[in-house]
C-alpha cells in the first residue's frame, strides 16, 4: 500500500529556515527518511510538497480516492502555515475521509498563540508535533499499524 506524505508552504525552504526552530535537516533529508521508515513496513512512498494550498486539496482528494480503492494506508500532512488558517483543508480531509496524522516538526503550542489553533486536528486521526524531523518516520510507523 501507498503513504501520501504532503508537506505544505515554505517545507522547501527546510535547511536554512529559522534552524533554530526547524533543525538542519533539508525536505530531502526528510523525504530520505521516509523511504527508510516505508521500506521498514514495505509500504510506497509518496512524498510531495507545494506552496498553493489548492495543490494540497487536490492531493488529498486523491489520497482519499487510493485510500476508497485500498490503496493506501495513511496521510501524513505538515500543512505549514495553512494548518492555522485553511477551512478548505478542513473539509477536504472531511470530505474524503481520509485517514491522517497531522505533523508538525515544531511545538506549535510552545510559539505564538496564533500556531495554537488548528483546523486539521478535529478530523486528524492523530497529532505529532514537537520532536523534530523524527516525527514522520514515526507518524510513517503508525500507519503502518492501522
Ligand atoms: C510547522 C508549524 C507551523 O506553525 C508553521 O507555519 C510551519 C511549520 C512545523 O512543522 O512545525 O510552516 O507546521
Redesign the pocket.
Known sequence: KNVSVLN????NLLGTREPAV?GAHTLADVEALCLQACARHGLVLQFRQSNHEGDLVDWLHEAGRLHAQGELAGVVL????Y??TSVALLDAIKGTGVPLIE????N?HA?EAF?HHSYISAVARAVI?GLGVAGYGLAIDAIAQW
Do not use: E, F, K, Q
Open positions: 505544505g508552504p515554505n517545507l526547524y505538515n500543512a505549514g502555515a494548518t492555522h505533523l508538525h516538526i515544531s506549535v510559539r500556531r508535533c
